[in-house]
């Protein structure tokens, strides 16, 4: 069956004229069908895994958050409630600071903690000794003659041309 596009005509098609351009078309297409079909399952896949990753983040943070909230008030409301309890014993000022001492030994530990868990990490460490690094360079720099500064590699030399 002709198409407007093609003629039963005795005339040689070109190679690269539009109406030649079908197999080049057809392999494309049969390409991206192909594509398509391998990928599309994959896809729906991965598509699948974000959303409920997604949904169990959602969850998490608002949780997260609730808890943080929670928590803040709650430990308020608890260290004002020792602050009473200890000033039946003693004057409000030693009630205050015996409460602030409560709070700041579990925090200097937690700060301690935290602080050697970050140390650990091998790009905080690769980092600083990164930083420690250039700052010993820029300090070389500026105290002492450029070419002198530790890690500066400059060439003093010239190349010269060579004579034939």
Avoid at 15 to 20: A, L
Avoid at 46 to 66: D, G, H, N, P, Q
Wanted: charged residues 20%; glycine residues 8%.
């Amino acid at each position: 069956m002709a198409s407007y596009r093609s003629s039963y005509g005795t005339a040689a098609e070109e190679p690269g004229s539009p109406d030649n351009l079908g197999g080049v078309e057809e392999a494309a297409r049969l390409l991206l069908s192909e594509l398509i079909t391998y990928l599309a399952p994959r896809v729906r896949r991965a598509r699948k895994f974000l959303i409920t990753e997604l949904i169990r983040v959602s969850i998490a943070v608002a949780a997260l958050a609730f808890a943080l909230v929670a928590g803040v008030y709650g430990t308020i409301y608890f260290f004002a409630f020792l602050t009473e309890l200890f000033t039946r014993w003693m004057p409000h000022w030693a009630a205050l600071g015996a409460v602030a001492a409560i709070m700041l030994v579990p925090a200097a530990g937690a700060a301690v903690l935290g602080l050697w868990q970050i140390y650990r990490m091998r790009t905080v460490r690769a980092a600083t000794g990164a930083a420690a690094q250039a700052s010993a360079v820029v300090r070389d720099f500026a105290r002492q003659d450029p070419h002198a500064a530790k890690g500066f590699r400059a060439e003093r030399h010239r190349r010269e041309p060579v004579r034939g």
